[in-house]
């Protein structure tokens, strides 16, 4: 199975800031690479497919950049709304697998 | 806008059977266009896949939960359905069904999630 690792597991930051993400994968995926939020309580929601490919209806202000093994995450300026969990997933092959989790918290 | 429903018991004893089905509302389940799957979150926020079917009765399952896991689909009906055999207190977690991408493997959407617990 491809294992994937997220750093941090826990962010505090304040509305207005940058916020990056990373997940590592322990082999290469090309760009089969998904991002999604979970607000407590909810479902998880895609942001990004493809790597880097914004799901539909998703805010600019998130965007994926990556390839092979490392994969970002970036929130250009963080809204109140941002303030969730994000998990990563692989879609090289199956099993399918997620990423351990990144809580973004308030300062 | 597509929207997908979980529902079944939410409290299972050990060694039994947990049963669950997700209707979908607003696609076409015939469509091919995409697998539908079952995603567990354990407790402590860990996401594993469980499966997927496909329109036709395809499947795959994670190799984790092969020998207890089986998946259904009822296209008359627009559900889909999850079997675990022999279940654990390890098995306690929220379930979800999701629509998976072809191309693609992503989810969405998902579910609201059900809680399944396993207790005696």
């Known amino acids: 199975d491809i294992q994937l690792t997220q750093s941090p597991s826990f962010l505090s930051a304040s509305v207005g800031d940058r916020v990056t993400i990373t997940c590592r994968a322990s082999q290469a995926i090309s760009n089969y690479l998904a991002w999604y939020q979970q607000q407590p309580g909810k479902a998880p929601k895609l942001l990004i497919y493809a790597a880097s490919t914004l799901y539909s209806g998703v805010p600019s202000r998130f965007s994926g950049s990556g390839s092979g093994t490392e994969f970002t995450l970036t929130i250009s300026s963080l809204q109140p709304d941002d303030f969730a969990t994000y998990f990563c997933?692989?879609?090289?092959?199956?099993?399918?697998?997620f990423g351990g989790g990144t809580t973004v918290e308030t300062k | 806008q597509v929207q997908l429903q979980e529902s079944g018991p939410g409290l299972v004893k050990p060694s039994q059977t947990l049963s669950l089905t997700c209707t979908i509302f607003g696609d076409s389940i015939i469509s091919g266009g995409y697998y539908w799957s079952w995603i567990r979150q354990l407790p402590g926020k860990g996401l594993e896949w469980i499966g997927y079917?496909?329109?036709?009765?395809?499947?795959y399952y994670n190799p984790s939960l092969k020998s207890r896991v089986t998946i259904s689909v009822d296209t008359s009906r627009k559900q889909f359905s999850l079997r675990l055999t022999s279940v654990t207190a390890a098995d306690t977690a929220v379930y979800y069904c999701?629509?998976?991408?072809?191309?693609?493997?992503?989810?969405?959407?998902w579910g609201q999630g059900i809680l399944v617990t396993v207790s005696s």
């Open positions: 079917v496909y329109y036709n009765g395809n499947t």
């Open positions: 999701a629509r998976e991408g072809l191309a693609y493997n992503w989810f969405d959407p």
């Open positions: 997933q692989q879609l090289n092959s199956n099993p399918l697998t």
